[in-house]
């Protein structure tokens, strides 16, 4: 069974630090794109960063200089670093893996992991 565990996430005072990790199990994931979206109350789900198999990276702005995506393919693993954390962070976190150009979307999905940022 193919299952992403996304873990890391809590509660951090803004400007603080957090690491998200993404443990993937069920295959491998070495050849897939991996990403981070977030979704907060009431807002839509949000992509954060997408990362290539040879770890090229992208970000969304709001992110950018802040947030640092990287892999461990040896440990079928995601991260995502969290630097200089806003309020506005708050969100639910979720990785997602292996791009499908057909259904333009990610085919699988952890279950989330809670980021909570107090001012």
């Known amino acids: 069974q193919v299952q992403l565990l996304e873990s890391g996430g809590g509660s951090v005072q803004a400007g603080g630090s957090l690491k998200l990790s993404c443990a993937a199990s069920?295959?491998?994931?070495?050849?897939?794109?991996m990403a981070w979206y977030r979704q907060a109350p009431g807002k839509e789900r949000e992509f954060l960063s997408g990362?290539?198999?040879?770890?090229?990276?992208t970000y969304t702005d709001s992110v950018k200089g802040r947030f640092t995506t990287s892999r461990d393919n040896t440990k079928n693993a995601l991260y995502l670093q969290m630097n200089s954390l806003k309020t506005e962070d708050t969100a639910a976190y979720y990785c997602?893996?292996?791009?499908?150009?057909?259904?333009?979307?990610?085919?699988?999905w952890g279950q989330g992991t809670q980021v909570t940022v107090s001012s």
């Open positions: 997602a893996a292996c791009w499908s150009a057909t259904k333009s979307n990610y085919t699988y």
């Open positions: 069920g295959r491998s994931f070495s050849a897939c794109r």
């Open positions: 990362i290539r198999p040879d770890g090229t990276t």
